[in-house]
T-cell receptor
Framework: GENVEQHPSTLSVQEGDSAVIKCTYS??????FPWYKQELGKRPQLIID?????GEKKDQRIAVTLNKTAKHFSLHITETQPEDSAVYFC????????????FGAGTRLAVHP | DGGITQSPKYLFRKEGQNVTLSCEQN?????MYWYRQDPGQGLRLIYY???????QKGDIAEGYSVSREKKESFPLTVTSAQKNPTAFYLC??????????????FGDGTRLSIL
């Protein structure tokens, strides 16, 4: 079946460093790729998304890149801060289903002061 | 997202008991979804609904049931047939738009445990 693979599962960085999380999807018809941040015990919150007609999108310290040919997309966080510590999930839309998303397993990011 | 309300926040189920999780949204979204999240894992889709009086099974629908009698409400019942119900349950909704191109917004979740 369709799936999204996310790597790494855990990531530890020093404050101020950059963090990169990568996802690979299997459905070549996927056309929407959101990223969510989830703090412990709380709801996932959308932090950035990208559509298949765009190769890169940036919002302050966060950027997402998409390579449709290779079927992978990445989240880049620059100048990391302790409050960036959370679990990050990528997702990809599924073709043939109304706005259905399939999620990656998540990356636990720890930013150390 | 303040427009999606899940209740209760914590729920305990006894053996053989059905329990219902509430999800209400005031965002005027057409589509609503239920996900299950187990510790250290991603979100798995249980059921989703595109419009009132219509819903579809997701990847792990066995042991669960839903209804969509009103646009604002999408309750999830965890039946006694679900043998491992302990998890964090998240409800989400999304606005109408191009297929696969709308963000989903989540509620605060319900944590279900077995007594």
């Amino acid at each position: 079946g369709e799936n999204v693979e996310q790597h790494p599962s855990t990531l530890s960085v020093q404050e101020g460093d950059s963090a990169v999380i990568k996802c690979t999807y299997s459905d070549s018809a996927s056309n929407y790729f959101p990223w969510y941040k989830q703090e412990l015990g709380k709801r996932p919150q959308l932090i950035i998304d990208i559509r298949s007609n765009v190769g890169e999108k940036k919002d302050q310290r966060i950027a997402v890149t998409l390579n449709k040919t290779a079927k992978h997309f990445s989240l880049h966080i620059t100048e990391t801060q302790p409050e960036d510590s959370a679990v990050y999930f990528c997702a990809a839309s599924l073709s043939g289903g109304y706005n259905k998303l399939i999620f990656g397993a998540g990356t636990r990011l720890a930013v150390h002061p | 997202d303040g427009g999606i309300t899940q209740s209760p926040k914590y729920l305990f189920r006894k053996e053989g008991q059905n329990v219902t999780l509430s999800c209400e949204q005031n965002l005027n979204h057409d589509a609503m979804y239920w996900y299950r999240q187990d510790p250290g894992q991603g979100l798995r889709l249980i059921y989703y609904s595109q419009i009132v009086n219509d819903f579809q099974k997701g990847d792990i629908a066995e042991g669960y049931s839903v209804s969509r009698e009103k646009k604002e409400s999408f309750p999830l019942t965890v039946t006694s047939a679900q043998k491992n119900p302990t998890a964090f349950y998240l409800c989400a909704s999304s606005p109408p738009g191009l297929r696969g191109n709308q963000p989903q917004h989540f509620g605060d979740g319900t944590r279900l445990s077995i007594l």
